[in-house]
């Protein structure tokens, strides 16, 4: 018996992906389906080498319900992968790029995963591994472009599969994809999606233009929830995707204006890195109808400078791969907003709750809890973990605790505090870093910033901000410090201000902040 029901669509989310993906070829074969450096796929092509892809995996004696892994970079095989795994009624696992091979070798085996496709680029995380994975099927490893002993090439093993309907009948309650977590000990936490979670998240992609016309740039991880989010109904929409498998700004908006692009979603730091592009003005970006940014904070000046300079619409969204709390801003429609992340998204509920598991008042911060129709089935094989994450509130409904604090004001927006983690208590204080790191950005001189509690004899915890200075900007440590604590309230005072040439970040441009924290408490 599962631990909780999400809750139902409102409406019928229609047919699964792998159903709408073959729609979609017959209905417009000739047409380019995705687009990554010199290649222009068309639809027939793709969807053709998507049905080898599934028989292929038939033929190795998967079934309904097995992983396949996935480690590699993107390119137009990494979606055949993809497609292909659902069309045969498999679950994927995309692993991250990001992980250590002892991670990887802990995420491959806690998902009893049957094959394993590896690209070139990432062979080096994986063979110290390779040749220990026992789950793993006959001709179960598959090298996708390269040739090496006890791994089946890729293009070999396609040509010689099917390209019939693999007529696998696929329900909601399937496994579509485990999502791994990136954690460095231990068994990393696998996220189940179903595909009523991903039919509903398309459901909501065809109100936001992601149809045939669409042309959507990709240019995060495949195996990012991220990405997927906007992979998923841009091709379910029958529109073309825009493969980047590295970003680059000045390359991103060179192929907005060549492809004529329509969708985007970007994380923070790309957005900072195009809008700081000293030619961005003369780029004919006029294609573009809908950008989204999802991961991490999207700062307000950044908003405004993406609506004021970068056509087309702005949505943030703020949630979690688990899904549950999901928050949506239209920074065009709410300028004044612009501080929040939004409203949950229509059918989404959300509450907030102090430490004792009790709701705060309206304004209060507390811990954030949602729940909403997209909601992942569980940690895979991990019901003590997925119960962690539960709370029930007095009417019995189930919710999702996110870790974050925050606060919805009396127009219903949601405004971050931070995560709870990475809140500092200081002298029995609580000082959520977000607000100082909002104040230090604000200083001429700073390009990045982070703030984090460090160990303190007198406090307990002291706040620390780290900064990047712009380019060609000189200034002192001292003079940051003073300029920034002489705007903050006497219990918020950062105890030092510390340069950096970088600070590090995931794949998704998240800070790392625990890498940061790891040399103060090393001391």
């Known amino acids: 018996m599962p631990l909780f029901e999400p809750q139902k669509p409102e409406t019928d989310i229609g047919a699964t992906v792998p159903v709408r993906l073959a729609q979609q070829a017959k209905s417009h074969p000739e047409e380019i389906a995705i687009v990554c450096g ?5 639809w027939g092509t793709f969807y053709k080498r998507v049905k080898k892809v599934a028989n292929g995996l038939k033929a190795l004696g998967l079934t309904k319900g097995d992983k396949v892994c996935i480690l590699a970079s993107a390119s137009p095989a990494y979606l055949e992968v993809f497609f292909g795994t659902l069309a045969a009624g498999c679950c994927l696992v995309p692993l991250s790029t990001m992980a250590s091979s002892e991670a990887l070798e802990r995420m491959i085996n ?8 590896l690209s070139k680029s990432m062979g080096y995380l994986a063979d110290p591994f ?14 996708l472009d390269y040739k090496q002993d006890q791994w089946q090439d890729y293009e070999t093993w396609i040509s010689d599969a099917s390209q019939e309907e693999p007529n696998v009948d696929i329900s909601y ?3 579509f994809n485990i999502i791994y977590s990136s954690g460095t000990t231990g068994v990393p936490k696998g996220i189940l999606h179903n595909h009523l979670l991903r039919g509903a998240q398309i459901q909501r992609g065809g109100d936001l233009g992601y149809n045939q016309e669409a042309v959507t740039m990709l240019s995060t991880p495949l195996y990012s929830n991220t990405t997927i989010v906007s992979l998923l109904p841009a091709l379910a929409g029958g529109g073309r995707v825009v493969l980047m498998p ?26 900072k890195r195009i809008m700081d592009l000293e030619d961005f003005d003369s780029f004919d970006l006029s294609s573009m109808k809908q950008k989204f940014s999802t991961s991490a904070p999207l700062r307000s000046e950044l908003k405004a400078d993406v609506l004021k300079r970068f056509p087309g619409g702005l949505t943030e969204y703020y949630g979690l791969t688990e899904g549950g709390c999901t928050t949506v801003l239209n920074c065009h ?3 004044d907003k612009l501080a929040s992340v939004g409203v949950p998204v229509p059918g989404g509920e959300l509450k907030f709750i102090d430490e004792q598991g009790d709701e705060v008042a309206q304004g209060v911060a507390g811990e954030i809890c949602g729940r909403s129709s997209m909601m992942m089935s569980g940690y895979f094989n991990r019901d003590d973990l997925t ?7 007095k009417d019995g409904k189930i919710y999702f605790r996110t870790g974050d604090m925050g606060y919805m004001d009396e127009d219903g927006f949601v405004f971050l505090s931070d995560r709870k983690k990475d809140m500092i208590i200081s002298g029995g204080l609580n000082i959520y870093a977000t607000d100082l790191e909002i104040t230090l950005a604000q200083h001429p001189a700073v390009d990045d910033v982070a703030v984090i509690g460090i160990p303190s004899e007198e406090w307990g915890e002291t706040p620390l901000g780290l900064v990047v200075l712009k380019q060609n900007v000189n200034d002192t440590e001292h003079n940051i410090l003073t300029w920034v604590n002489e705007k903050l309230g006497k219990s918020q005072r950062l105890s030092a201000v510390e340069f950096r040439d970088k600070l590090p970040r995931s794949s998704i441009g998240k800070i790392l902040k625990r890498e940061l924290r790891q040399p103060y408490l090393d001391k």
């Open 173 to 175: 309650e399937d496994h």
């Open 110 to 117: 806690d998902s009893s995963a049957k094959v394993f496709f």
């Open 38 to 42: 010199d290649q222009r796929i068309t």
């Open 333 to 335: 429609e709410y300028p």
């Open 387 to 393: 119960q962690e994450m539960l709370w029930e509130d």
């Open 246 to 271: 590295k970003f680059n700004a000045h390359e991103f908006v060179s192929l907005v204006a060549k492809e004529r692009a329509t969708h985007a979603m970007l994380v923070p730091v790309q957005y």
């Open 130 to 143: 390779s040749g220990q994975l026992s789950g793993l099927v006959a001709g179960g490893r598959i090298a």
